[in-house]
């Protein structure tokens, strides 16, 4: 059974950083391109940022260039999103996603960002 489990969000004030963090199990997780999306209340979700399985090609949306980062650790079967210099538009319900054929969700983790 695949599971992706969210953490590190919370509430943190406009021009401050969080690192969120997605643990994978019951895949091949260095198989997988691993992305970040997002859902603001009454939006759409949303793509933030991808990696592809080795890391060597990250893309990220507009928004995001320049203040997010994403990463991963294959050995951990991990991917992170630092997050630095939030701004109250980037709140939102923020999802770890697995692509390779397959898509996986987690079940997300809730980033504030107060003004």
């Known amino acids: 059974q695949v599971q992706l489990v969210e953490s590190g969000g919370g509430l943190v004030q406009a021009g401050g950083s969080l690192r969120l963090s997605c643990a994978a199990s019951g895949l091949t997780f260095s198989s997988y391109t691993m992305g970040w999306f997002r859902q603001a209340p009454g939006k759409e979700r949303e793509f933030v940022a991808l990696?592809?399985?080795?890391?060597?090609?990250?893309d990220y949306t507009d928004s995001g260039k320049g203040r997010f980062t994403i990463s991963r650790d294959n050995a951990k079967n991990t991917v992170y999103l630092q997050m630095n210099s939030l701004k109250s538009e980037d709140t939102a319900v923020y999802y770890c996603?697995?692509?390779?054929?397959?898509?996986?969700w987690g079940q997300g983790t809730q980033v504030t960002v107060s003004s």
């Open positions: 990696i592809t399985w080795s890391g060597g090609r990250t």
């Open positions: 996603n697995a692509n390779s054929g397959h898509t996986y």
